[in-house]
């Protein structure tokens, strides 16, 4: 079973990503974070099912962005479509409502995902109806659906709390899912967050990312 990807994930303009971590590194250096995030997810995607099978539902203007056409570039054979609704769950929802047949929807905050990771979270679809990985705060950073329309459950789940995860979890359980937990990863949210995920992935855009934050703020 080849899923499609879906990247649900904001253009890196200054100013409008990474507003936690902006308020200890600055807007410039929080927004190269988030490209180099953003540029190593889709390669991770990419690899994984090839672009054909990817989406990114974009939240912002490319072409505003740092890195604008490296990420034109990443995104060739993609389909890409505007996020729409008005709170997070709502958009969510939509994007997955783009989609047919099962799906397995990330962000872009964890960079250090592997296109390894990716299909494993696919693959857990094969006894469950819905696959819900855990971060380490308390959300989540993948959910795989068997049937898209089941997202949603997501709509009315409060998003970006300690609870997201488990509120998650019950809202798809109360649909009558089968949901399955895939593997627990750290999400970059805070300047603390982005040295272990720069270890955890140090081939990375975002590992030279933070190396050139960690070199300029000794």
């Known amino acids: 079973m080849t899923p499609t990807l879906l990247l649900v994930a904001k253009a890196p303009v200054r100013g409008l ?15 190269e974070i988030a490209a180099a995030a953003l540029l190593d997810t889709i390669e991770a995607c990419t690899l994984a099912v090839g672009p054909d099978r990817c989406r ?6 490319v072409s505003a962005a740092v890195r604008a056409e490296e990420i034109r570039a990443a995104v060739i ?3 890409i479509t505007p996020q729409r609704g008005n709170g997070f769950g709502e958009r969510l929802a939509n994007a997955h409502a783009d989609v047919t047949g099962p799906v397995v929807q990330i962000g ?9 990771g990716l299909l494993a979270v696919a693959r857990s679809l094969i006894a469950a ?19 898209p329309a089941a997202a949603g459950a997501l ?9 997201t995860y488990a509120a998650t979890r019950s809202a798809l359980q109360r649909r009558g899912l089968r949901v399955a937990e895939g593997d627990r990863l ?14 955890a992935a140090p081939h990375t855009r975002f590992a030279a990312a933070a190396a050139e934050i960690a070199r300029v703020t000794r």
């Not at 902006?22 to 927004?31: K, P, Q, Y």
């Not at 819900?132 to 049937?147: C, F, S």
């Open 17 to 31: 990503v990474k507003t936690r971590l902006a308020a200890d590194v600055g807007e410039a250096a929080a927004t």
């Open 108 to 116: 872009m905050d964890t960079p250090q995902v592997t296109p390894a």
């Open 186 to 199: 750290r999400d970059v949210d805070h300047v603390t967050d982005v040295a272990p995920v720069a270890v």
């Open 56 to 61: 990114l539902a974009l939240s912002g203007d």
């Open 129 to 147: 109806d819905a696959v819900l990985a855990p971060a380490e705060d308390g959300g989540w950073w993948a959910l795989a659906l068997r049937d």
């Open 77 to 79: 054979g993609w389909t």
């Open 155 to 163: 709509i009315d789940v409060p998003m970006s709390t300690p609870e």
